[in-house]
């Protein structure tokens, strides 16, 4: 399958301060990435939607100005949670969907760890 | 957004058993996809459905688009130990790009 990458992998930072995950879909252009948030032992979530060269589209209780998204690139995606606090803590996964082969799929990206203290 | 109900929710057998699992909507779906999941990893597409009624295998693995095209179904034959993990499904609604996941079957198999 198509490899999408995140980096960092694993990230500790203070409440308030703000960090920034890139995704990015390393043999295939990604028209659309979507960003996963999962708790422990729990399903992954959708935040948002992003479509290349346009503004991120995000699901209801998902605050648009705390996880800013950028999607500058079909290959590129960021996440930037601004001003970050423990209850943000969680595993950040983002997903590239684009033509790879012959279909439409979706592919994910390895994860993110956040850790706010 | 959407509600995807998966059963079992977590599932003990024995090396060697066949495993079923499925995935259930209210909606409508276009795509259904089959995850796996380890510890600390991002998922890992297993299958992937296009059209109602499809049956597709993969290995020991093996998934089914519901005619209702509200559901779908995994099978794993003659399990074994790295089988281990969380299986995900996610379906893809007709009308957006966006795919929602299930709750997860958390699959233990004893040697």
């Known amino acids: 399958g198509a490899v999408v990458s995140q980096h960092p992998s694993w990230v500790i930072c203070k409440s308030g301060t703000s960090v920034k995950i890139e995704c990015r879909s390393l043999d295939f252009q990604a028209t659309t990435m979507f960003w996963y948030r999962q708790f422990p032992k729990q399903s992954l979530m959708l935040m948002a939607t992003s479509n290349e060269g346009s503004k991120a589209t995000y699901e209801q209780g998902v605050e648009k100005d705390k996880f800013l998204i950028n999607h500058a690139s079909l290959t590129l995606s960021t996440l930037t949670v601004t001003s970050a606090h423990p209850e943000d803590s969680s595993f950040y996964i983002c997903?590239?969907?684009?033509?790879?082969?012959?279909?439409?799929?979706?592919?994910f990206g390895p994860g993110t760890r956040l850790t706010v203290l | 957004g959407q509600q995807l109900n998966q059963s079992p929710q977590s599932m003990f057998i024995q090396e060697g058993e066949d495993v079923s699992m499925n995935c259930t909507s209210s909606?409508?779906?276009?795509?259904w996809l089959w995850y796996k999941q380890e510890p600390g990893e991002g998922p890992v597409l297993l299958i992937a459905l296009y059209k109602a009624g499809e049956l597709t295998s993969n290995g020991r693995l093996t998934a089914q688009f519901g005619i209702t095209r509200k559901d779908s179904f995994l099978n794993i034959s003659a399990s074994i130990p790295s089988d281990v993990g969380i299986y995900f499904c996610a379906g893809q609604l007709i009308t957006g790009n966006q795919f929602y996941f299930g709750t997860g079957t958390s699959l233990t198999v004893i040697p």
């Open positions: 909606s409508i779906f276009n795509t």
């Open positions: 997903s590239a969907l684009g033509l790879y082969e012959r279909y439409n799929e979706q592919f």
